[in-house]
Structures are given as C-alpha cells and as structure tokens.
C-alpha cells in the first residue's frame, strides 16, 4: 500500500506541481496585500504573493510528504560525503537563523520576513532540485525550455510592434515607448521600446535570454533526437533575439564572454554540432546588428542623454551603497531595507529614485553585512566541495556566471524571479549529463 501511494500520488503530483511552478517563473503574477510602514510609495515596499512562491510551497509539501511516506534516498547527490553536506546545511540553517534574528531588529519587519521568507523558498528549491530524479528533471527542463520559447515570442514581439499590452493574470504592464519611465532606446529619430518580456525591466530579461541560451547550449551535445535538436536550435535562435533586443549591455557582455569560451571549447574538444549551432547564431547577430545599427550604436557608446543619466544614477548608487556596507559592516542595515533605510535618512524625494544599487555583492553586503555574507559563501563552498568533480566544474562555473551578472543587477537578489531563476540554473546547469543519449 504504502508502494501504490508512493508512485500514484505524491511522486507524480511532486513532478506536476514543480512543473507547473518552472512554468510560472517568468511571469510576474501576483497578488499584493500591503505596503510598507517605513517606505509605503514605492515598489521596494511593496507586499505581495507571486504565483510562483505559491505553487513552490506546494511543491515543497509535496515532496516531503513523498519523502516521509517512502523513506526513500534516491536522487541524493551521487557519491555525496555526508560530512561535508552536514557542514553545508549547518551554515545554511545558520543563515536563516541570523536573517531571523535580523529581522526582529529594523524599522519594518513584514518587509523584512517577506524577504527572508522568499529566500527560505529559494534555498529549499536548490536542496530539492539535488532529489530529482532523471524523469522529474526532464519534465522540469522541458517546461522551462517551453516557457522560456513563450516569453521569448512575447518580448521580441514587443519589439517588433512596438508596444506591449498588459495583462494582470499573467503579471505583466503595460509598456509604451512615448510614455516617460519606460525603457527605451532614445535616437534622433524617436524612442524604441526595448523588449521586456514577461519581466518588470529589459535588464531582467536579457539575463534570462543569456541564462537559457547556455542551458541550451550545454544539451546540445547530450541529445541525439532529431526534434529536440531542432527545437533547441529554435529556442537558441529566439534567446539570442532576445538578448540583442532587449539592448542590456549586461547581458551582451556576458553573453560575448560566454561564446568566446565556449566557441573555444568546442573548437577544441571537436563538438562540431556546438560550433555550428554558434556560427549560424552569430549570423543572426551581425543582421540584426546592421538591421538596427542605429540604437546598437546609442547603446554602445552611452553619449545619448538617457544613457548618461543612467550611467549617473548606476555610479551615485554604487558609491551610496559602499558608503552603507562600511558603516554598517558586521550586520548591514537588515534584510531588503536598504531602500527604506535611505528613504529614512533623506526623505521628500521622488519615491522611483529610491532603488537598490545595482550590484548584488554590495547590496547583500550593505543589508547582511560581513555575518550574512560569510554564512552563504560557506555554504556554497561546502556544496561545492560535497559534489562529484564532473557535476563540481558545472556548479562553479554556473557561480561564476551567475557573479558576472551580480556585478550588473540587482533583481537576483530583490525579486523572487530573480531568485528562482538563478536557483533553477544552478540546479539544472551541473545536470544536463541525464541528458545522454536521448
């Protein structure tokens, strides 16, 4: 009895739920319930429920429930030393318990809990997609290849018509390119929207853009179907679009760094099929590039007046930022209370120009401070170390990444899309090896 429960109800429902919560990762639906006491104006200060958070709980109840009416062990890291991943989830807990401990001591505690509580989901994610076993996370890679394809065609159609209408079931505003306060590309001839997908700015989803491509790219070498080939060069081809017109120069930067290794690797390692496939989205870089030189050329060179201001705003926060992490260095001023912080410190101004600095490492620095920092470094050292050599070199080189877009943004850390998707590709990126052969 205890057999038929296990594989009719809680295994299937785990993969079902956690599919469906893959799926609803881009999309920014929600329902807000409150606003904060300290900074009530702004979107930082916002309290609200994602979908995704939602249906993640879900998942997780439903895999402990799977694991406690089995007992079973499968899908644990292979060869895990038990010692060391002992150690990892010491630091983690330990983590969690000065978040907190941290929480108790700011001006606003639901916004503070709300976060901490965001961050709890994303790190249960990350221990559970180490459980999945090779159906679960073919069904959860295929989703999110699938939702990652319908955001694809939404942002480059933005794009292309020139607006985006807004929907509310599926999380997304609406975006006109004359209305002030929308992202844009401002040349002599008129202001371009840039595609923003299903995210809240163009800069989270030219990360996203780069973040599938390379999960795109590592399957490559490990399929051998003809239409899963030809479905992942598509997808490949609409990221790359994507990416381009999204016009994030984050994102290109990363995404060049990321095509000379891996044109390099593969030259070396002979993976034919892995440099063709680079070659054929090259070409469609160099036409769009010359489709669209003009706003390439505005982007690139930064001396448009919009580009100033946002290279000024970028470096006043940075330097704002560092000023907070030195006087605030053991315990920074609290979980997801830098913005209201500085609201409290000046306050009068308008409620968009308070914004978390653009650079992870500093704003997790000026808000957990040295204490926070070292607890979560430890952890994924720890991680890092308990996992076998092959998946190891994956791991690190999704952290290094992923670091590479920290130095840029700061949505990984302060929205929960950001948090899930930077989990997701940890967990899926050192995995992609259960693709062989199929």
């Known amino acids: 009895m205890a057999t038929t429960f296990e594989t009719a109800v809680p295994m299937r429902f785990f993969a079902s739920v956690g599919a469906f919560f893959v799926a609803l990762v881009p999309w920014g639906t ?45 899908g644990v890291p292979r060869a895990a030393p038990w010692g060391t991943m002992r150690l990892a989830l010491i630091s983690l807990l330990l983590f969690f318990i000065f ?15 709300q976060w901490t509580v965001r961050v709890l989901g994303a790190s249960v994610l990350f221990l559970l997609m180490s459980f999945l076993n090779e159906r679960e996370f073919r069904l959860w ?22 607006t985006s209408p807004a ?50 790219i590592a399957c490559f070498p490990r399929v051998r179907s003809a239409a899963a080939r030809y479905g992942l060069h598509a997808l490949g081809l609409s990221m790359v679009a994507l990416v381009l017109l999204s016009f994030s120069r984050a994102a290109w930067l990363v995404g060049v760094c990321a095509v000379v290794v891996i044109g390099v ?30 706003l390439f050329s505005v982007r690139l060179y930064g001396q448009a007046r919009l580009e100033q201001r946002s290279f000024d705003e970028r ?34 101004r308008e409620p968009w120009s308070y914004q978390p600095v653009h650079n992870v490492f500093l704003l997790a620095g000026s808000e957990l401070g040295i204490v926070g920092i070292i607890l979560i470094v430890c952890f994924l050292l720890l991680w890092s170390i308990h996992l076998p050599m092959g998946d190891r070199r994956f791991f690190l080189g ?22 899930f998707l930077a989990v997701l590709f940890l967990g899926f990126f050192p995995r992609v090896s259960l693709l062989t052969h199929k």
């Not at 844009?184 to 929207?193: I, N, Y």
């Not at 992490?325 to 209201?340: D, E, N, W, Y």
């Open 265 to 294: 690797y593969a030259f070396r390692k002979q993976m034919r099929m892995v440099y063709k496939t680079l070659l054929f989205q090259i070409a469609l870089v160099c036409v769009v590039v010359v489709l669209f030189s003009p």
């Open 315 to 348: 470096t006043i926060g940075l330097q704002t930022a560092a000023v907070l992490f030195k006087r605030h260095l053991l315990v920074g001023v609290g979980p997801a209370h830098s913005v209201a912080f500085l609201y409290q410190e000046n306050p009068g």
């Open 398 to 419: 999704a952290l290094l990444i992923l670091g590479s877009f920290f130095i840029f943004d700061h949505f990984w850390y302060t929205l929960p899309q950001g948090m």
């Open 30 to 74: 929600r329902l807000m319930y409150g606003a904060s006491a300290v900074f009530p104006d702004g979107e930082w200060g916002r309290l609200s429920w994602y979908a995704s958070e939602v249906v993640l709980w879900l998942c997780i109840i439903c895999f402990v429930v799977r694991v406690v009416s089995s007992s079973i062990h499968s």
């Open 141 to 162: 890679l295929v989703v999110f290849f699938a939702s990652a394809g319908a955001v694809g065609v939404f942002g480059i159609g933005q794009f292309l018509f020139q």
């Open 167 to 216: 929907n509310t079931l599926l999380g997304v505003a609406l975006h006109d390119p004359s209305v002030l306060g929308t992202s844009v590309v401002e040349t002599v001839q008129g202001r371009w929207l840039r595609a923003y997908g299903s995210f809240a700015h163009p800069n989270i989803v030219g990360a996203y853009g780069v973040v599938v491509w390379l999960l795109v």
């Open 99 to 113: 978040l907190f401990v941290r929480s108790l001591f700011v001006s606003d505690f639901d916004v503070a809990l």
